[in-house]
């Protein structure tokens, strides 16, 4: 058995492949930026019994980030995270707080599973709230 195959004719009929590709942007190559100049305010709740902290920060200027992850420490213990979207958002309050308590809160951008380098800033609450 023979087996014939007819490329010629075929080609010609198509005419001639051309492609033209660009390079995607690969984000495995870029390093996600931190947000900056956090800045924390306590104070007293007037809708919420008991202190709040008022969070500020400057965006990250990795435009792919998808927003931030924020968290509060009490000494070495994690209390609570939050996931802020997106990006272009720069602020956050927490309500609920212990009077007179010493808080660290950490603050990174995120993308997927990629995370930026942590800012944070510590501040304690007022020693009474009415």
Known sequence: MT????????????????TSAKAAH??????LQPASNLSVTT?????????EAHLTWTATPSTFATGYKV?????????ATATVTPRTT?????????????????????YL?????VISATKSTP???L
């Open 3 to 18: 087996l014939v195959a007819v490329v010629g004719p075929a080609v010609a009929a198509w005419g001639s492949f051309s």
């Open 26 to 31: 690969t984000l495995s190559s870029h390093t």
């Open 43 to 51: 104070g007293c709740s007037l809708l919420v019994l008991g202190p």
């Open 71 to 79: 968290e509060r420490w009490r000494g070495s213990t994690l209390e």
């Open 90 to 110: 720069t602020s956050l309050t927490q309500t609920g707080l212990q009077s007179g308590t010493t808080y660290t809160w950490r603050v990174y951008a995120y």
């Open 113 to 117: 599973a990629w995370t930026s380098t």
């Open 127 to 129: 020693g009474l709230c």
